[in-house]
């Protein structure tokens, strides 16, 4: 599978931001595929994801009730809405998947084998 993220950028607080999340090969209905950050000197973090077949979703609490996480199967797209960004949400924003994920390793970024290139979001005070 390969993936490619876009829609980053600047953006100011309060403001929002559409990540999107192109994906080829792979049964991308079945994958369980999410977006993860990484900011300057911080480990990568989950931020939220889809789980395959049953499309049942998961947020960091950091941004449950601000970020919205979507897919499209009959594209092969995922997405992610942000509004009422914060400062602490700038960073790199990657888009993730993996087939048969158990749901205790959805939340870890060394359980996803597929990587998208990044797309970086800054949101400026």
């Known amino acids: 599978v390969q993936l490619q993220a876009s829609g980053g950028g600047l953006v100011q607080v309060g403001g929002y931001r559409r990540l999107s999340c192109a994906a080829s090969?792979?049964?991308?209905?079945?994958?369980?595929v999410g977006w993860f950050r990484q900011a300057p000197g911080k480990e990568r973090e989950f931020v939220a994801s889809?789980?395959?077949?049953?499309?049942?979703?998961y947020y960091a609490a950091s941004v449950k009730g601000r970020f919205t996480i979507s897919r499209d199967n009959a594209k092969k797209m995922l997405f992610l809405q942000m509004n009422s960004l914060l400062p602490e949400d700038t960073a790199v924003y990657y888009c993730?998947?993996?087939?048969?994920?158990?749901?205790?390793?959805?939340?870890?970024?060394?359980?996803?084998?597929?990587w998208g290139q990044g797309t970086q979001v800054t949101v400026s005070s």
């Open positions: 090969g792979g049964t991308f209905s079945t994958y369980t």
């Open positions: 993730t998947a993996n087939s048969n994920l158990a749901l205790s390793a959805i939340r870890t970024a060394s359980s996803y084998h597929y």
């Open positions: 889809i789980r395959g077949y049953r499309d049942i979703i």
